[in-house]
Structure formats: structure tokens, C-alpha cells
């Protein structure tokens, strides 16, 4: 429960999704299958599809909303840039903005498929370096991958996880919830499993969970969910909502 000092604070909120997760563990809203980079200096960008039927007028994803992290050199201090693209299918569409990564990459809206008919990359021009991507039929999942930003500390106050999880003959499905985070500012090749280290652990049991957090990021930190079935090999969705406020 957050205080009223608290609610009057800035707060952040960070949500996720997974469809179907089972005893394997998983990165909420972007996948173990999700490439998310982060390059020392801002570079130039452009995303691309693997699919022509991932552009606007056909079958699978039309346009994408993305968050860009800039990154000031010296003070280290993390600027977010929202921004919206239309598809171009297997052609590059150049992004305005140099950048340092990608928080987050949602599908906006998308044809009679739904969902994404193939990967969608953000690169970066100079080097070719994937900076992130959605893999095929994620949809409208949003990613738990967050970037704190600003130039002054996020506390990290709650997280919230429902799960659709079932109890048979009173044992109820557990998930194991994990909290990880990392400062490294050019990380290569993220792992949502293996990145980083862990800030906190929790244990989810079927419908609506919340769990107390009394942790702090510095501007540049990434903080993530994952989840897995520990109970047994099921699958069921999985939904989390972090909480964080400046201090």
C-alpha cells in the first residue's frame, strides 16, 4: 500500500504479460527468445520484420510503440523517448532518435492476424547491433524490461502478479517470481534468465498476489520480472505490475 507521501510522488508503473508460461523460466512480456541490447554511445536506429505481411494494410503487426533510452555521457543521467512506427515489412524504416537501447517495443495495432507474423528488430545503422526484438506472435504483450531514468534514484515500492493458476485437491500451483536487475550500461546479449543479479524472489499462488518492495534503482539501472511453474509442468498466463516512485 503505497503512502500519501508516496502518492504523491511521481510514480511509475510497469506492466507485463505472458500468455502461456510453464516450468521453464521466462521473461515477462518479452521471452528467454528476445534479443535486448544496450550500446555505450547513441546511435542511429531502424527496425525491420522478417515478415512483408508485418506492414501497415497487411495481416500481422501495422505499427509499434517504442520506448528509446538516451543516455548522457559524463552524468550518466537517462533520457525516455516515446515514439510510434509504421511497418514497412522486410524493408527499413529509419527511427529519428540515436539511442542507447530499447526499454520496451509493443504492438500498437495490427491486421487480421492479430499479432506480429514474424520478428521485429530495432538495429542500430553504424554497426547492425540488434537492439531488441519482439518475437513472432508476442501481439500487444507488453515488456517487464525497464530502464530507470531521470537524474535522481526510483525506489522500487510493490509488485503485483496475478497468475490463472489453479488449486487441485487444496495444492495450489505456485510460480516463482524473481525480480533481477543490472547496471551495466552496454551489456551485449541479454539474458532475461541469466542477466544480472537478484533483487528479490517471491512465490505466487494462483489469482491476485502483491508483494512489498523496499529497493532503489540508480538512473541506468534495468530491473525485469521472470516466472516459472514450480509446482508442475502447466502452463497458464502470467501478469506483473511493478510500482516505483522518485525519490
Same mark, same amino acid.
Given at each position: 500500500?503505497?503512502?500519501?507521501?508516496?502518492?504523491?510522488?511521481?510514480? #511509475?508503473?510497469?506492466?507485463?504479460?505472458?500468455?502461456? @508460461? !510453464?516450468? $521453464? *523460466?521466462?521473461? %515477462?512480456?518479452? =521471452? +528467454?527468445?528476445a &534479443?535486448?541490447?544496450?550500446?555505450e554511445?547513441?546511435?542511429?536506429?531502424?527496425i525491420?520484420?522478417?515478415?512483408?505481411?508485418? #506492414?501497415?494494410?497487411?495481416?500481422?503487426?501495422?505499427? @509499434? !510503440?517504442? $520506448? *528509446?533510452?538516451? %543516455?548522457?555521457? =559524463? +552524468?550518466?543521467? &537517462?533520457?525516455?523517448?516515446?515514439?510510434?512506427?509504421?511497418?514497412?515489412?522486410?524493408?527499413?524504416?529509419?527511427?529519428?532518435?540515436a539511442?542507447?537501447?530499447?526499454?520496451?517495443?509493443? @504492438?500498437?495495432?495490427?491486421?487480421?492476424?492479430?499479432?506480429?507474423?514474424?520478428?521485429?528488430?530495432?538495429?542500430?545503422?553504424d554497426?547492425?547491433?540488434?537492439?531488441?526484438?519482439?518475437?513472432v506472435?508476442?501481439?500487444?504483450?507488453?515488456?517487464?524490461l525497464?530502464?530507470?531514468?531521470?537524474?535522481?534514484?526510483?525506489?522500487?515500492?510493490?509488485?503485483?502478479?496475478?497468475?490463472?493458476?489453479?488449486?487441485?485437491?487444496?495444492?495450489?500451483?505456485?510460480?516463482?517470481?524473481?525480480?533481477?536487475?543490472?547496471s551495466?550500461?552496454?551489456?551485449?546479449d541479454?539474458?532475461?534468465?541469466?542477466?544480472?543479479?537478484?533483487l528479490?524472489?517471491?512465490?505466487?499462488?494462483?489469482?491476485?498476489?502483491?508483494?512489498?518492495?523496499?529497493?532503489?534503482?540508480?538512473?541506468?539501472?534495468?530491473?525485469?520480472?521472470?516466472?516459472?511453474?514450480?509446482?508442475?509442468?502447466?502452463?497458464?498466463?502470467?501478469?506483473?505490475?511493478?510500482?516505483?516512485?522518485?525519490?
Open positions: 500500500m503505497l503512502s500519501l507521501l508516496e502518492h504523491k510522488s511521481p510514480l #511509475t508503473v510497469v506492466r507485463g504479460y505472458e500468455s502461456s @508460461i !510453464d516450468n $521453464t *523460466l521466462t521473461g %515477462i512480456g518479452f =521471452g +528467454s527468445s &534479443v535486448i541490447n544496450t550500446v554511445e547513441p546511435e542511429a536506429l531502424y525491420v520484420g522478417s515478415s512483408a505481411n508485418d #506492414t501497415e494494410g497487411g495481416t500481422g503487426a501495422h505499427i @509499434i !510503440d517504442m $520506448t *528509446l533510452n538516451i %543516455i548522457e555521457s =559524463g +552524468s550518466g543521467d &537517462v533520457t525516455q523517448v516515446i515514439m510510434e512506427a509504421i511497418l514497412n515489412g522486410t524493408s527499413d524504416v529509419y527511427i529519428d532518435w539511442a542507447n537501447s530499447i526499454s520496451s517495443m509493443s @504492438i500498437q495495432s495490427s491486421g487480421s492476424g492479430n499479432t506480429n507474423a514474424g520478428v521485429i528488430s530495432i538495429k542500430t545503422v554497426t547492425n547491433t540488434v537492439l531488441y526484438t519482439i518475437p506472435g508476442t501481439g500487444t504483450s507488453q515488456s517487464s525497464h530502464i530507470s531514468s531521470g537524474s535522481r534514484p526510483t525506489r522500487v515500492k510493490q509488485l503485483n502478479v496475478y497468475t490463472d493458476a489453479t488449486t487441485t485437491s487444496n495444492k495450489p500451483e505456485l510460480y516463482e517470481i524473481i525480480v533481477r536487475t543490472t551495466e550500461k552496454d551489456s551485449g541479454f539474458s532475461s534468465t541469466t542477466s544480472g543479479l537478484i528479490a524472489t517471491f512465490f505466487a499462488t494462483p489469482g491476485q498476489n502483491e508483494f512489498e518492495m523496499y529497493d532503489s534503482l540508480s538512473p541506468g539501472d534495468k530491473i525485469w520480472v521472470t516466472a516459472k511453474n514450480v509446482t508442475n509442468s502447466n502452463s497458464n498466463a502470467v501478469s506483473t505490475e511493478l510500482i516505483m516512485y522518485g525519490i
